[in-house]
């Protein structure tokens, strides 16, 4: 099986698509799956920019509103988590996963899917230590602080994926698990992003869910993007001599290091993206302990048995199949030809393949939990990042433009 693994994709489906079937053509192949690393930017309509962290004037509708419109199809199986700059509200439908266009499908906020035999987890996000323990407790419309904090890994998502045992061949997320860079050239790493150099050296850059994620899961391979850098590295465990390939790929630009193909063993196709019992079983196992406020989650109210979760599981999957349901459009999609934008519809819509996923497991369905938003920030939201340390919750491309600019606004940003 050949899988064309992407950094971050910015939006940019038409050129990452166009960039593969050049590559098909040119080197007589076929590339069975995309996967991308975050930042994929599902924005279907103007009102989803209004969800997406980044500043007003680097806000575009770029090329994924094509697909789910159905003016294109991706020509190629593509699976995605998400990163720091996404369309938040349209993500937040499909918490659990499942398709946000025709052929591709988001991993959830945490999940773990197969595609043929190989299985596929992830973590969407990045990690933030002031709202890793808190529950998901932001709200549509989200003000200047939601729209960050809606995005910053938490602690009932890992947890979940701590509890997988069967193999994982390829995992994915989008900031690099903290000390990844003592594996690598770390050296060749701070001469190309020299701001990356203090968090280096202080064993600080990179997050500490995904680290402990390498150590437990163990994954043949381990993807990532976020820093806009292409950097390898190779973990070796110290049990049972298992290796961990990581990578972490760049941004689509021209000249940029932001695709690499991977063949990885497997059964014959042809292929498809389907459940995985053992992830739907965890799934069904925990949702009762799901943080919908500002509190953590109890996982004291996590009673069912994993076993037994699996065999009611693997009983549904029998019935039904493991196919995701079928994709459905929520809301209108962007249309260029309109002199003003369609953006009537302002309210929090369920997506019927959530709904469907969670009648399934015979789950209540929580996302538009109602409680009213608690206003309060904990003061660590406000704690200052320290001098030659940079913003995860920006872009870095940016960041690195301000570094080389010298002037004093431009260094009050970095810091």
């Avoid at 990532?224 to 290796?243: I, T």
Wanted: aromatic letters at 12%; charged letters at 25%.
């Amino acid at each position: 099986m050949k899988i064309a693994v992407e950094g971050c994709m910015h939006g940019d489906l038409d050129n990452v698509y166009a960039t593969l079937l050049h590559m098909q053509e040119v080197e007589n192949t076929k590339i069975d799956l995309l996967i991308c690393c975050g930042d994929f930017q599902a924005v279907r309509n103007e009102k989803d920019l209004e969800s997406l962290n980044v500043k007003p004037k680097y806000r575009s509708m770029n090329s994924f509103w094509k697909y789910y419109s159905g003016e294109k199809v991706a020509p190629v199986p593509t699976v995605f988590i998400g990163g720091n700059h996404e369309a938040s509200n349209h993500l937040w439908e499909l918490y659990y996963g499942g398709w946000t266009a025709p052929n591709i499908f988001f991993l959830g906020f945490a999940g773990v899917v197969k595609f043929g035999n190989i299985r596929i987890g992830g973590l969407s996000g990045i990690y933030k230590a002031q709202h890793y323990y808190l529950g998901y407790y932001e709200r549509l419309p989200y003000d200047e602080r939601d729209i960050r904090s809606i995005y910053h890994v938490r602690e009932f998502a890992v947890e979940k994926l701590m509890q997988v045992e069967e193999p994982i061949d390829i995992f994915l997320s989008h900031d690099w698990p903290l000390g990844i860079t003592d594996y690598g050239n770390w050296r060749k790493l701070i001469q190309e992003k020299p701001f990356f150099r203090q968090e280096v050296h202080e064993r600080t850059l990179g997050s500490k869910p995904a680290a402990e994620l390498v150590e437990r899961l163990k994954p043949a391979y381990w993807f990532s993007a976020h820093l806009h850098c292409k950097f390898a590295a190779l973990v070796q465990h110290p049990e049972g001599g298992q290796v961990t390939k990581f990578l972490a790929l760049d941004k689509c630009l021209p000249g940029r290091k932001f695709l690499q193909v991977i063949e990885i063993e497997s059964e014959p196709g042809p292929y498809e993206i389907q459940y995985d019992e053992e992830w739907l079983a965890i799934t069904r196992k925990f949702n009762c302990a799901f943080p919908l406020t500002r509190r953590s989650a109890n996982f004291g109210a996590v009673q069912l048995d994993i076993q037994e979760c699996r065999q009611w599981v693997s009983n549904k999957l029998q019935t039904r199949g493991a196919k995701p349901f079928e994709f459905v459009r929520t809301v209108p999609c962007y249309n260029p030809s309109r002199s003003s934008p369609n953006i009537s519809f302002t309210g929090y819509c369920r997506n019927p393949q959530t709904e469907a996923f969670l009648q399934f497991l015979e789950l209540p369905y929580l996302l538009n939990n109602t409680e009213s938003r608690d206003q309060t920030h904990s003061p660590a939201s406000f704690v200052s990042r320290g001098a030659g340390s940079f913003d995860h919750d920006s872009d870095v491309d940016e960041i690195e433009e301000l570094a080389e600019g010298h002037d004093s606004e431009a260094e009050q940003e970095i810091l």
